[in-house]
């Protein structure tokens, strides 16, 4: 399909078969306001801090087709459109956040919300090859800039998210958990903005201190316990035995594997699923 193509498709999505087939249920009706919450969703945050308008004139391509993709997820009903709603509501100061704490503490590893001077460690982490060797590639500063602040801006629209991580005063990466909004091909992944994905990506002077395991766990028990999210997932490219590890150790256990749509075709396509259920871990406790 022809870019022309695909921005006629966005337009067709939101002008025409939203609108058409709202439900009363649903909590917009207006073609203005699916268009503010996929593009929201997608650039996670008011869309307009990212791209000038018309968005469907302006909205980088892959953008614009994750949010056809969560169009056409709420037009299947796989998506929430009420929860979607609540999350550029409260990225638009329109409806109160959640209440969030400053800072999780695991003895000397601390989970805190994001600073802006974390940006330049961030983005030397992100620029390492090593540590990005499960990646297609290494980012660039301004695309690490700008992942740091759609992880911090989680916390606004769902009370939680990829806490950055610091140790002995100094910033040492991420582990938290966020809400996968565009499909992936494996059961829950289908269905936008309700499973929840646990992640991490510390320094490489940061591996092999057990620091990865403790901050998943940190930020898992104030995910089951604050915010009441019992099941998670994870997944990395099949060949990260490290990132494998930390999963096993924090007792998420093999789901199967998945081709991951966003990875090119290659080694690092393949992915291996974990999933961990509170719930369960409690009774076999």
């Not at 297609?136 to 998210?161: L, M, N, Q």
């Not at 490219?237 to 150790?249: C, H, I, L, P």
Request: one cysteine or more; hydrophobic letters at 45%; aromatic letters at 8%.
């Amino acid at each position: 399909m022809t870019e022309a193509a695909r921005r006629a498709q966005w337009r067709a999505l939101v002008e025409r078969r939203l609108p058409e087939a709202a439900r009363p249920d649903w909590p917009v009706r207006l073609d203005h306001c699916f268009a503010r919450i996929l593009l929201d969703n997608t650039c996670g945050g008011p869309w307009r801090d990212h791209v000038r308008p018309p968005a469907y004139a302006n909205m980088p391509l892959d953008r614009l087709e994750g949010a056809i993709a969560l169009g056409e997820a709420v037009l299947a009903g796989d998506a929430d459109l009420a929860l979607l709603n609540r999350r550029s509501l409260a990225w638009r100061g329109k409806i109160a956040p959640a209440v969030v704490p400053e800072t999780l503490r695991d003895g000397d590893l601390i989970l805190r919300r994001w600073r802006p001077e974390d940006t330049a460690p961030f983005a030397a982490l992100n620029a390492d090859p090593t540590v990005m060797a499960h990646f297609p590639r290494p980012r660039t500063a301004a695309e690490s800039a700008a992942e740091a602040g759609i992880f911090d801006r989680r916390f606004v629209a769902d009370g939680f998210g990829p806490w950055a991580v610091e140790h002995a005063g100094r910033f040492i990466g991420f582990a938290g958990a966020m809400r996968i909004l565009q499909p992936l091909p494996f059961p829950g992944g289908d269905r936008p903005g309700r499973t929840v994905e646990l992640a991490w990506r510390l320094a490489r002077d940061a591996w092999g201190h057990g620091f990865a395991t403790r901050a998943a766990r940190c930020a898992l028990a104030d995910l089951s316990k604050r915010c009441g999210i019992r099941a998670v997932v994870a997944f990395t490219a099949a060949g990260n035995t490290r990132s494998r590890a930390v999963m096993e150790r924090i007792d998420m256990v093999p789901a199967g594997t998945f081709s991951h749509p966003a990875v090119p075709e290659g080694p690092l396509r393949t992915h291996v699923l974990y999933r961990l259920d509170c719930a369960d871990r409690e009774v076999a406790a």
